[in-house]
């Protein structure tokens, strides 16, 4: 279940009917967060799961979406601030789905030394969830916690960074506790 914790409007919406970008694929913290973003425009605007907040953001300068949802701890959002033909609309406060790391839940003994494949943004928190059992491994970056989950689904790697809804989708199991990441979202239009 996601929570909202605050919003801010700064922006009008824009005429015409509302359709929202973000990171996909399905299972993304993204895709919550344009999913909390949707109950609050008219018509149940359709969400569309780009493979990075770039494409996004394309579409978004394409006119195929009117709004684009990016965390705020994705590490090149500042290109989209400085960015002066699209604009800032709003910031809300969302926890994220719960993270931990995930195995295949069909799998046989893990390695000693299981490698790891997380988004590049939650990556410090491979260390607080790893299992002090493992050592700290080589760290594999995927475009999204989605992502990070099919690769270990398809035996690219042992263990994914991931959210709940991802693992459940690629038929995961947590081997570490759970946590969500208290996130700041950015909420941007065309100008
Ligand atoms: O990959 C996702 O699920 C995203 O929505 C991007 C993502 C993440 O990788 O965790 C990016 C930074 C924040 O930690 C929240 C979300």
Request: hydrophobic content about 40%; glycine content about 6%; overall charge neutral.
């Given at each position: 279940?996601?929570?909202?914790?605050?919003w801010?409007?700064?922006?009008?919406?824009?005429?015409?009917?509302?359709?929202?970008?973000?990171?996909?694929?399905?299972?993304?913290s993204?895709?919550?967060?344009?999913?909390l973003?949707?109950?609050?425009?008219?018509?149940?605007?359709?969400?569309?799961?780009?493979?990075t907040?770039?494409?996004?953001?394309?579409?978004?300068?394409?006119?195929?979406?009117?709004?684009?949802?990016?965390?705020?701890?994705y590490?090149?959002?500042?290109?989209?601030?400085?960015?002066?033909?699209?604009?800032?609309?709003?910031?809300?406060?969302?926890?994220?789905?719960?993270?931990?790391?995930?195995?295949?839940?069909?799998g046989?003994?893990?390695?000693?030394?299981?490698?790891?494949?997380?988004?590049?943004?939650?990556?410090?928190?491979v260390?607080?969830?790893?299992?002090?059992?493992?050592?700290?491994?080589?760290v594999?970056?995927?475009?999204?916690?989605?992502?990070?989950?099919?690769?270990?689904?398809?035996?690219?790697?042992?263990?994914?960074?991931?959210?709940?809804?991802?693992?459940?989708?690629?038929g995961?199991?947590?081997?570490?506790?759970?946590?969500?990441?208290?996130?700041?979202w950015?909420?941007?239009?065309?100008?």
């Amino acid at each position: 279940m996601t929570v909202e914790l605050g919003w801010i409007d700064v922006r009008p919406a824009p005429a015409g009917p509302p359709a929202i970008g973000t990171l996909g694929p399905e299972g993304t913290s993204s895709e919550q967060a344009a999913r909390l973003l949707r109950t609050r425009l008219p018509d149940g605007p359709s969400i569309v799961l780009r493979t990075t907040y770039e494409q996004a953001v394309e579409d978004l300068k394409a006119g195929t979406v009117s709004h684009v949802v990016v965390a705020n701890a994705y590490r090149d959002i500042h290109h989209f601030y400085m960015a002066d033909d699209i604009a800032l609309a709003d910031v809300f406060v969302m926890d994220t789905p719960l993270y931990g790391i995930a195995r295949r839940a069909d799998g046989g003994p893990l390695s000693d030394r299981p490698s790891v494949v997380t988004h590049p943004s939650p990556r410090p928190l491979v260390a607080q969830l790893l299992p002090a059992a493992y050592p700290l491994p080589e760290v594999a970056t995927a475009d999204s916690t989605s992502q990070a989950a099919q690769a270990v689904a398809e035996r690219r790697y042992d263990l994914a960074l991931t959210t709940e809804p991802a693992a459940t989708r690629h038929g995961l199991r947590f081997i570490s506790r759970l946590r969500p990441i208290r996130m700041v979202w950015s909420v941007f239009i065309r100008t």
